[in-house]
């Protein structure tokens, strides 16, 4: 009886032991390309200076030449000067809140352009130039599956996601 008892406690103990819960699954790694192995996807960045919107063209600046896949996303960010000097860089859409007004930076795309406008209840026309002649902006493209759940307001930090250290000038 006890070599049975034995026997049936080790036999317990060697089919408990093997198994376990399971763990969290993995990340999924990257797709490759004709049987190569995946390559990680830096973004592109193009700096866009002295930007004017005037009135003859509706307030918006096109550029083009850029080039998206369907499945990328643009980001865009205005140069801003904060009242000590220091230079920072504020995601689009930024809004202004005037007296009784409001101002809209924005931007849309498409697979190889990206509009500036501006947007918003003030006339356009009677804003200083300061508002509207030489502004200065970066376009960040990165595909959407890297900016899933980061905090793309940070240019800093997205610059870090797609390895950019610097920006061509257009």
Not at 6 to 26: D, K, M, N, Q
Not at 75 to 80: A, G, H, R, S
Not at 145 to 159: A, F, W
């Amino acid at each position: 009886m006890k070599r049975i008892f034995s026997f049936v406690t080790l036999i317990t103990l060697v089919l408990t032991a093997c198994e376990g819960a399971p763990g969290p699954p993995g990340f999924d790694g990257l797709d490759g390309l004709n049987g190569q192995d995946g390559e990680e996807t830096i973004a592109d960045a193009f700096q866009l200076r002295d930007v004017d919107f005037i009135s003859s063209d509706d307030f918006q600046v096109t550029y083009e030449g850029f080039d998206f896949i369907e499945s990328d996303v643009a980001l865009v960010y205005l140069k801003w000067e904060l009242e000590d000097g220091t230079i920072t860089w504020r995601q689009l859409p930024q809004t202004i809140f005037f007296d009784n007004d409001i101002l809209v930076y924005n931007f849309d795309f498409t697979q190889d352009t990206v509009t500036l406008f501006l947007d918003g209840t003030i006339d356009f026309n009677s804003l200083d130039n300061s508002w509207t002649q030489n502004q200065e902006f970066r376009v960040v493209i990165v595909p959407a599956n890297q900016v899933s759940g980061v905090d793309t307001s940070d240019i800093s930090i997205v610059m870090a996601l797609g390895n950019i250290e610097t920006f061509e000038v257009r």
